[in-house]
């Protein structure tokens, strides 16, 4: 091949490469702005209908307890959708999802269960919402900020001082928690025989909880003194995280009883 012609072959080369890169930055802003219009979409319905306006339709009932009343029509799109999540001050604002037996389907699958790379928040399959002292959250570290795309900001202990409550609506109940930590951690190997957070889902003996506390207190990336009790309540949200292979960050937040003139129940 001459000299020009391998000048022009390479030239032709980098701008397909060009085209590509603007293709999938293009998708990417696609996928973002759907899943965020379908997000403002579900705020509206949930702020709209107040507990004198219990929605259309007939009371939902999942178990034994009620559904809330600005829930109802959400539950009705999709009856994967668990909760809501709110971080006030920040941009987390988002429906929560949990699909049985599966951690993998809304890692990039929206509300709509359209295909999207953002995915959802998603509480781990492993929760059992109504009986668990530990709620696990899943979501992605999107460098756009969206889903968890700006935990790591509280790092920073100033910013973390501002925003120190995590809401967390259930179906059925709502509830604030105060955040005692922040911390780096890492998904391990089966065999390594270490204190996997992801699989915490709540104590079963005060050893198990020993060990839960231990991790928190140990890894804690911010100065705080928090008492943990075994029997307290607990919510952790999770993100991908680069300090290591397969690294985590970890926000823990915490409805107990040592801080409870913290915590408000937020409206």
């Not at 780096?184 to 060990?211: I, L, M, P, R, W």
């Amino acid at each position: 091949m001459g000299k020009n012609k391998r000048s022009l072959f390479f030239i032709l080369l980098f701008v397909v490469f060009l085209l590509i890169g603007f293709s999938n930055a293009y998708d990417r802003k696609k996928q973002t702005d759907i899943m965020k219009e379908k997000v403002e979409e579900l705020k509206e319905v949930k702020e709209e209908i107040t507990l004198e306006n219990n929605g259309s339709g007939e009371d939902e009932i999942v178990s034994d307890k009620p559904i809330l009343a600005e829930y109802k029509d959400i539950y009705q799109e999709n009856k994967d959708f668990i909760g809501w999540l709110s971080i006030p001050g920040t941009a987390i604002d988002y429906p929560v999802m949990q699909k049985p037996d599966d951690n993998e389907y809304y890692l990039n699958h929206d509300f709509d269960h359209n295909e999207n790379i953002n995915g959802a928040l998603m509480l781990d399959k492993a929760n059992n919402i109504e009986e668990d002292t530990n709620l696990i959250i899943h979501g992605h570290n999107m460098k756009s900020g969206e889903m968890f795309g700006g935990l790591d900001l509280f790092m920073d202990e100033e910013y973390l001082k501002e925003r120190p409550i995590i809401n967390f609506d259930s179906l059925y109940e709502k509830r604030s928690y105060k955040i005692i930590a922040v911390i780096h951690s890492q998904v391990y190997k089966k065999s390594d025989d270490v204190f996997k957070y992801y699989h915490y889902t709540g104590a079963n003996s005060q050893e198990e909880f020993d060990e839960f506390r231990d991790f928190v207190k140990n890894n804690n990336l911010i100065e705080n003194k928090v008492d943990m009790e075994y029997g307290d309540e607990f919510i952790t949200l999770s993100t991908c995280a680069y300090h290591v292979e397969n690294g985590r960050l970890v926000i823990v937040g915490g409805l107990t009883p040592n801080n409870s003139d913290n915590l408000e129940k937020h409206p």
